[in-house]
């Protein structure tokens, strides 16, 4: 999965870049034992010493590339699920919606739309794979409700169009109703694995 970044590198409060880096860090991984404060430092350093040398270069660097490096010098040094928090919650992939019709449960949508896939001879694989990652990502927000709460995928039509080479609507139909079966199912192992009384709805905000 490769985040498409549309916003150029603007720290916010006129941080350094090493700070800027390092809160995104801080922000989304404070309660993993992975890292110490020390390592997330150095982390931040060396991205921003990387990122810092490309913009030298005549690179054009984003925001959304920014974090994507930071995601992946995480896994570097096998912090996954640092990696993947700062992947899905730092670039905006995932982000809390508000809804009247939910009440007070928890809802948490999924931009499938910004994913784009590489490699296309696993396109599938890789997307599905993906997914799972994001609900593993996202379950602690219904730990508190025991598992009340709504999962939303947003242009689900879009993600399975490019996914398919934009083939027979029916096929593109097909593959949607699949990746919804596909979270449902693991919401439903992911309920199981956390001891939750309930199991997240699926929303789909529009195809």
Known sequence: MIWIPNQRITPPGGLPLTAHVQSVIEENCADLPELDALQVRELATAVAAYAGESAEAGMYVESGYLVMLASQAL?????????HRVL?????????????????????????????????????????NSLNIIIDCVAQVWDPT????????RRLG???????????????????????????????QTGKKRGWLHIPDLLLVDR
């Open 75 to 83: 896994f570097s040094v096998g912090a996954r699920k640092a990696a």
């Open 88 to 128: 899905v919650f730092g670039t905006g992939l995932v982000h809390p919606s508000e809804w009247v019709i939910r009440g007070d449960a928890s809802v948490w949508t999924v931009d499938l739309g910004r994913m784009a896939l590489r490699d296309s001879a696993a396109l599938e694989l890789v997307f599905f």
């Open 146 to 153: 025991d598992g009340r709460g709504t999962l939303g995928l």
């Open 158 to 188: 879009d993600a399975a169009s490019g996914i398919l080479q934009r083939e027979h609507k029916r096929k593109v139909a097909a593959f949607a109703d699949e990746v919804c079966r596909a979270c449902r199912a693991k919401l439903v």
